[in-house]
C-alpha cells in the first residue's frame, strides 16, 4: 500500500471525545462510595457487617475482581468483534446497571449488584484505549491521544473524589450526616445514560483509510498472547504495572479511611482529589513530550522516580508531623506529586507496551496490563482493609519500598523499537529538505 493511501481524519477527535465521555462515567461510578466510606456506613447501616470482606470498600473492590475474571475475554471480543461492538457492549450495560443504581440507592444489595454490572462494563471500554489510538491516529498522536482518553478517566475519578462529598453530608458533627445517596446515585445514574447513548449513536469502527502503516499487520490474538509473554520488555513493564498500577488502585479506593489514619475526621476526598488533580496535569504534559521527543522509556523513568516522593510523603507523615493540619497539608501535597507522576505514566506505558508488543493486538497488551494491577490492587485493598483498617500503615510501608523496585524495573526495560524508528524517519525526512 502506498503511502498516499494513508490518510488522518478530523473525525477522530470525535471518536476520542466520545470515548473519553463513556469512560469519564465508568470511572466515575466505580469510585462513587469511595470518598464518602463513612457516611456510606451510617446510610447503609445494618445492610452489611462493616467487619465482613462485603463492606462499603467492596463496592470498589467489585470493580478489580470483575476486571480479573473477565479482561482477557474482553480483549479477545475486541480484536475479534472491533472497538465498536465492544465499546457499545460497555456503554449499553453501563447505562442499565447505572440506572438501577439511582434507582434503587437506599439498598446496598441491588447498589452492590448493579456495582457487578458497571465492572462487567468497565474493561469494554478501558481494554481500547491503544485500540482505539491505532485505528485513527498516527504514531506521532497516539500517545497525546492516549493521555487524553485516560485523562477522562481520571477525571471522572476527581468528579468521584471531589463533588461526590459535596451531595453527601460529610460531617458528623452536623444533622445530616450520611444523607444525599439517593440523590446523588440517580444524578450519576442519568449521566451514565447519556452517555451511553451519545457512545451508542457516535462511536465507529475505523475510517475508511488507515493513519500508518503498522495498522496494517496484526496477529491474530492466541498468536499475539504467546508473543507477548516471550518478550522480555512487555514482561518488565506488566511487573511495572502489577505494582504501580495496583498501588494507584489501592490508595484511590482507600482515600477516606488514609484520611482517617491521618487524623482527618471529615470525608472531604481531598486526598484522593489531589492525587487526580496532579494526575489531570501529567496526563495532558508527559505524553506530549513523549511523542514530542520520541521517547517512551525515559519518560516513565521519569515518572517511576517523582511518584517516589509522592508514596514516601503519604506514608511517613503522620509518623514525623503529630499535628494534623500540618500531616494533612503535606499529605495533600504528596498526593498532588503522586498523581502527577504515577497517573501520567500510565498513557506512556501503555503506548511502550502496544509498541515493544507489535504486531500483537493493542487490546492483548493493554488489557494484560490492566489485569494484573486490578489483581494486585484487589488484593491491596483487601490487606488494607481488614479488621477496619488495622494494618493500612504496614501496607503504606509496603508501598514505599516496591516503588523502588519499579524504578529498577523501568531500568532495565530497552527503549521502544517503533519509536525510535519514527525518530529515525523524522530525521530522515529533516535531512532531505535540507
Known sequence: MSKSTFKVYGYRWVILVIFMVISFVIQLQWLAHAAVARPADVFYHGQFNPNSFFNIDFLAMVYM???IIISIPVSYIIDTYGIRTAIGIGALIAGVSGMIKGFYADSFIIVLWAQVGLSIAQPFILNAVTALTVRWFPLRERGLAAGLAILAQ???????????????????SKPGYGNGFHHMLMLYGWITLAASVLTLIFMREKPATPPAADDLQRDDFFRGLKNILMKKDMVLIIFVFLIGLGIFNAISSMTDSISENL??????????????????????????????????????????????????????TKFFFHDPHTAYTIALASSFILGFFILSAGPVGFQYAAEVSFPAPESISQGLLLWVGQISGMLFVAGMSMHQNKFINTWMISFSILMFIVVGLVLKTKE???????????REAECAED
Open 65 to 67: 475482581l470483575v476486571y
Open 154 to 172: 481520571y477525571l471522572g475519578i476527581i468528579a468521584a473524589m471531589l463533588i461526590t462529598p459535596l451531595l453527601i453530608g460529610t460531617d458528623p
Open 263 to 316: 487524623g482527618v475526621e471529615d470525608s472531604d476526598g481531598l486526598i484522593g482529589g489531589m492525587m487526580l488533580i496532579g494526575g489531570i496535569l501529567g496526563a495532558l504534559v508527559i505524553p506530549a513530550l513523549s511523542d514530542k521527543f520520541r521517547m517512551r522509556k525515559r519518560f516513565l523513568v521519569i515518572c517511576t522516580a517523582g511518584a517516589l516522593p509522592g508514596v514516601l510523603g503519604l506514608t511517613f
Open 416 to 426: 521502544s523499537p517503533m519509536i525510535i524508528t519514527e525518530k529515525d524517519k523524522i
